[in-house]
């Protein structure tokens, strides 16, 4: 499968910048240039209003709407959540001599934008050629704030270039948008108003009843007029704003800054008023703050972020803008400050996906926040403890006991429609699991085991030895009627991924009780009779462990997917046409499934995430077997294999794999960047340098490193938080180098040697895997 | 799975009595009393206006709405079509004395409701009590004509016991009807009005815009006034009528007759005009015709049908009602005058599954057809060649070739909206070809076979040939991805009946392209160019035929459903609580697919269709094995495990699955004949009884009959055609007596020994197969 770079975007290492406006290619720019700061995200899109191809979308973490679907049978949901499309919080109009400015009808020239990764600000440029020759100079500029998470802050600069006179500018909230993905508008004004300063509106959901408050106020220079503004006719109420008459003066600039608060309350037993109260209270508490100052704060956060997040390439101007863009985008839509909130497989970028989170949390974003922003990691951990009840329910709903965890979800309830997906697919519980004993083992975070974790695995083992099954020929234990996380094997027997996962679930699980009841006695004890946990339970999942089936083919070493696999017809994947790509919009949907064909590593993925327990030769063996049979239908595929490439030796492939990581959404590699970004995915992009070239392994009792770097870099570094301790791994062509940043000293593994690396550093000729090797 | 008898209906040879009203049961009595002429149907609903519960269900087949679904996928249907309540033509209002009689608020008595097998005529009389102390007797008389298949016939008679005076009656045509399982009403009134005494209107349904003229005439004794009746107030023109007035003398009955033209349209390419005026032009033709003379009519055409099609059992009243109203029913659905019609799963009873047709045409209607109507079985077949290029065009849908039959449909598309059951169960195409095949072998039909059935079997050989693959392991051909008959083992690949159909397909359809070059070459190589069938392409067949995976455990014979089927986790299924019946409505969708526990027969499925080439004894073991693996959640089921055990020794076993065929409906034994007759099931009662008590194999080379009977019944008798001529069996305790009874002489085998049968007959004594003799 081919992928081809759109390359369009200047190369910068700190910088997105776009030169020349392309309409069409609107939509992609909208997605690259999204700010978000966790709580709030806003696409690109041009707030003066644009008659163009546009997403004009506005998304809160967590904030949702649904419709009803037609179950047919018991444990298919009914109602499907998604983020909804939300408050025009940047709403504006500008108008002059009867032009109002619209870049699809407008003349004008220099237009430039940029996203700028120090600042965490978009600022977009041009000069608008009225029709009686007048130019006007416009600088639009835009950021959420990362330090105070209601806050979003815009700024436009108007400077006549060889004029001097008046225009009107509108500023306003517009709750009328529509949510594309459904082709509705779902929102209601139930209040708005002008209070103490502020211009303000409380919307509503329509089926849901989430509330959102928005409230801003305006500062401008050279204001003649500020009166209240009418919004279009057909807004029933869901516009309120400003409107100002503006004195301009030729060669100088006039600034008009917006301040908004937004507020989201989904619950539902807060009355309006408290909430609209809450929202002028918030409102208040920013009134200090400028424009200048709330940007200056921004800097500040991403000057801390770029110190202990940064990933330095040398020699290689692409991957390094493309590496920081991942990195920024993942902060943006992720940092752990407000607990509750999950991340999206688009972010806040856009409404493909639904807003809903995968299992990509844990098994693609979870390992870049725990070593690079621990609180954030544990946060997303809570996220999934929160919702234990959902999944308790969800469990039930299923015939089955414990917990189970949705496979789509944006508050913790179900929300994928695809019954073969919600039912078939187990496999963010055992990610839920392993993230929680990867981010313990790693952090050392005992306590958030102990309080919640092992909580969470005897509820996940409990739904796992419920499903499970006993083979009635074999008599061995494993899952039957499931999708691993290969979707390419939709409903099959004994999925490999699946059976290997939950044997490791069972055994760590009594593993945690065993070491809780040694250091903890009291509070397992509690958790113990609150969840009624008894010894015969844990014997069935020993029994369920010892006894879970782990198909494989004893003279090649090579583990069967699934019950039947190797049985199932050969296809040759390049013998694909490349237009058929991607199949799910080509192909017969039946027809996906019928080859030895996979989407993307199942195999490959467990022996990755448990890479201390397989050989380097038993790596190699299913390597070789799998990966000519993988088509990468997932963006997480590649790096899996670029990783495992680089361990077994194949540089060239690790490359290969590698290649298009980083720049994804820049390059618009899948060519529906459009939709949104590919947040989740671009996680990936991070464990690719970390795991690959840096040859990490965090799965063993110490953290390992087996560096190498790719021919045509000089040097590259990055940072990893390990057990309170900044470690800082920088490589070259010849060497690798380790030293501790920050904290005290830690022990670790360098080609399978032990070092104590502390402040002074360890230097380490780079040393590289034979292909030919003995594992 | 026990079944209950709701015993309730009176015991009758030749009707169906209701006595006295149960307004709980209505809608159950209301499927029961359900009228038809394979054209229109009507449920037995009251048709004076009724606020209880009731569904008012008009039907015309064929006739079809549609909905969009969302498709998310290549190969998954985009709009479900379903079969759409209509017109009720047999509107009436009865007022007198300022009360409109209604048996929901009305005070009635003397109460009864018949259905006559012989006449054909549903007729409901009681008598109303007006608050005023008068008594009126209303009796309602209603039947469609099996000789006019556009003719609806009502006869309402008023008699007061009381009483002399007036009564006002509004007879009309009401297209405002709610099609309830889509709460929505479909039609618009396109054109109406009064002309030549007829009293019409010309619907449209809203998406489709299929369209149906409906006008009608009254004849009535002691009309004092007649006037356009104005119907409800929020019908938007879509009702018409009149309104008598009658004056009705004490002891005097007082008849008013209403004989309605129905004509259903679907080619939109004609004008409403064309349609007004052949709606018009078919109501003269009508104009001489009576209600009592079109009475008669209806009953000579019942009294045909019986004289070949009845079956009589001496000695057991409940089945001989219960089998005489299947037979009556199958009539009254289907005896194929119109081509183009196919028998929905509710025939014309109900808007359960959508008025489609399944696999259940070929697999359990066609063998009644054949042996009682064989114009109507080769009708049914016809319908499956006019509807080719849609089968062409979805076999192209999912990525293949020749044809694909659809799994569930109204007009020859694929209606089934569960992609698991329309894009994975292969086995209409198998059944359409077995009954192909089926219907030559008994009525020596080639011209059928090489004008339509050779082009049928080609196409969807080349489907199978298409869809199929060779495993990468064994070599052998089989079907991936796949769900049999059984439907309890959703997606398995190597179903051994799917498999075992596929390879019988391929070898008759040789066979049949052999016999057909040697017998009319010039028809064969017409077809074979146009088709561009090459040598090669057959020769592919024969591989594929040969090669094919027929998986068995070869110590005891028993075929093994599927791959890995035998390691499916056991489950006593009489370990289920009887609450948990029926399973889909009562389990999570996931948990019904991952045990051994099958829906229906699949397996013994295909022993029985091709019965002749397995012996008793492999019969017998793959009865052992399966039969306490099925749950009979499909009304087929316990026929062809009732036909089986009759034939492997086992009587009790025998009658005990057959003991609720006959009566599925009468006595609602699954509880859900209020949304419709179980119409295509209960063919299944006949197959019971002419297979299974009668013994006949219809699948060799000669006709076959093993016959027993039932310990308590005194003797019972069917026909069949066979080879043109019409053959009586008729069977008591110790005898079986074969017959001509119209036609030359046949060879047939009773009990294993070739019989020259002539009218004369042949008398042949009981032998009884018994349950432990080797096959």
Chains 1, 2 share one sequence.
């Not at 009686?132 to 950021?143: I, P, Q």
């Not at 192909?587 to 448990?610: E, G, N």
Request: a negative charge.
């Amino acid at each position: 499968m081919p992928k081809i770079a759109d390359k369009y975007l200047a190369v910068d290492p700190w910088k997105v910048v776009e030169e020349g406006f392309d309409a069409g290619r609107n939509r992609v720019s909208e997605s690259i240039f999204s700010l978000g700061n966790e709580y709030m995200g806003v696409r690109g899109y041009p707030e003066e209003g644009y008659r163009g191809d546009t997403l004009l979308g506005s998304y809160f973490n967590g904030l949702f709407e649904e419709s009803k679907v037609g179950a047919q049978y018991k444990g298919i949901i009914q109602s499907l959540r998604f983020m909804v499309n939300a408050v025009d919080w940047l709403y504006t109009r500008i108008m002059a001599d009867g032009e109002t400015f619209d870049m699809a009808v407008s003349a004008f020239s220099d237009f430039r934008r940029e996203l700028d990764f120090r600042s965490g600000i978009y600022k977009r440029e041009l000069v608008w050629h009225l029709t009686n020759g007048k130019r006007l100079k416009l600088t639009f500029e835009r950021f959420v704030s990362m330090r105070i998470s209601n806050l979003g802050c815009q700024r436009i600069t108007f400077e006549p270039l060889n004029f001097s006179g008046t225009i009107r500018v509108i500023a306003g909230l517009d709750f009328a948008v529509l949510h594309e993905d459904q082709g509705r508008m779902y929102w209601e004004a139930v209040r708005r108003g002008e209070q103490n300063g502020n211009t303000a509106m409380l919307g509503r959901t329509v089926q849901t009843k989430n509330r959102l408050f928005s409230g801003f106020r305006l500062e401008a220079t050279d204001v003649v007029e500020d009166a209240a503004a009418t919004g279009a006719t057909d807004c029933d109420g869901r516009f309120i704003g400003r409107e100002l008459l503006l004195s301009l003066k030729q060669g100088q600039r006039t600034v008009m800054d917006k301040l908004t608060v937004n507020l989201a309350e989904k619950d539902v037993s807060r009355s309006d008023e408290e909430i609209w109260n809450d929202g002028l209270e918030l409102a208040l508490r920013c009134a200090d703050l400028d424009y200048d100052a709330a940007a200056a704060q921004q800097r500040e956060y991403w000057t801390q972020v770029w110190k202990t997040s940064d990933i330095v390439i040398d020699g290689d101007p692409e991957n390094q803008q493309g590496i920081r863009f991942c990195i920024f985008q993942l902060y943006q839509t992720y940092h752990g400050d407000n607990p509750g909130f999950n991340i999206g497989a688009k972010g806040l970028t856009g409404e493909a996906y639904r807003g809903l989170a995968f299992w990509d949390t844990e098994s693609y974003c979870l390992p870049f926040y725990i070593f690079n922003n621990p609180k954030a990691a544990r946060s997303l951990l809570e996220f999934r403890y929160r919702s234990l009840p959902h999944a308790v329910e969800r469990a039930k709903e299923l015939d089955c006991e414990g917990a189970f965890y949705p496979i789509a979800t944006i508050d913790g309830t179900e929300s994928c429609d695809l019954w073969q997906h919600s039912n078939l697919q187990l496999h963010v519980g055992t990610a839920v699991a392993y993230g929680i004993r990867h981010y313990v083992s790693i952090t050392g975070d005992t306590s958030f085991l102990y309080e919640k974790g092992a909580e969470m695995l005897i509820q996940i083992c409990r739904f796992y030895a419920a499903r499970g099954q006993y083979g009635q020929k074999t008599g061995e234990f494993g899952y039957f009627g499931v999708m691993g996380p290969d979707e390419f094997q939709l409903m099959v027997n004994n999925n490999c991924y699946i059976n290997w996962m939950a044997k490791k679930l069972f055994e760590y699980t009594l593993e945690v009780i065993g070491a809780m009841r040694e250091a903890d006695f009291g509070t397992f004890a509690a958790l113990a009779e609150r969840l009624a946990l008894t010894e015969d339970e844990q014997a069935d999942w020993r029994e369920k462990a010892d006894r879970m089936k782990i198909p494989q083919e004893q003279e090649t070493g090579i583990y069967e997917e699934h019950d039947g696999f190797f049985d199932m017809p050969h296809l040759d994947i390049h013998s694909i046409p490349v237009a058929e790509f991607p199949l799910y919009a080509h192909w017969s949907y039946d027809r996906l499934y019928r080859y030895d064909m996979i989407k993307q590593p199942d195999v490959l993925m467990f022996m990755f995430l448990y890479s201390s327990e397989f050989t380097r030769a038993a790596k190699r063996a299913n390597y070789d077997y799998y990966e000519p049979r993988c088509i990468h239908e997932s963006s997480l595929s590649p790096s899996i294999h670029s990783i495992l490439a680089a361990e077994i030796g194949r540089p060239e492939e690790a490359y290969k794999f590698f290649e298009f990581a980083t720049r994804l959404d820049l390059d618009n590699y899948n060519r529906n960047t459009r939709e949104g970004l590919h947040t989740t995915s671009i996680a990936a992009a991070w464990m690719n340098i970390v795991y690959g070239f840096g040859g990490m392994r965090s799965d063993g009792e110490k953290l390992v490193f087996h560096p190498s770097i790719p021919d045509h870099w000089e040097r590259y570094s990055f940072q990893v938080f390990y057990q309170g301790t900044r470690l800082m791994v920088e490589v070259n062509q010849e060497h690798a180098i380790l030293r501790v940043a920050d904290g005290p000293d830690v022990e670790i593994l360098i080609y399978g040697r032990d070092y104590l690396v502390a402040a002074a550093g360890v230097k380490v000729g780079l040393e590289q895997a034979k292909a030919g090797e003995p594992g």
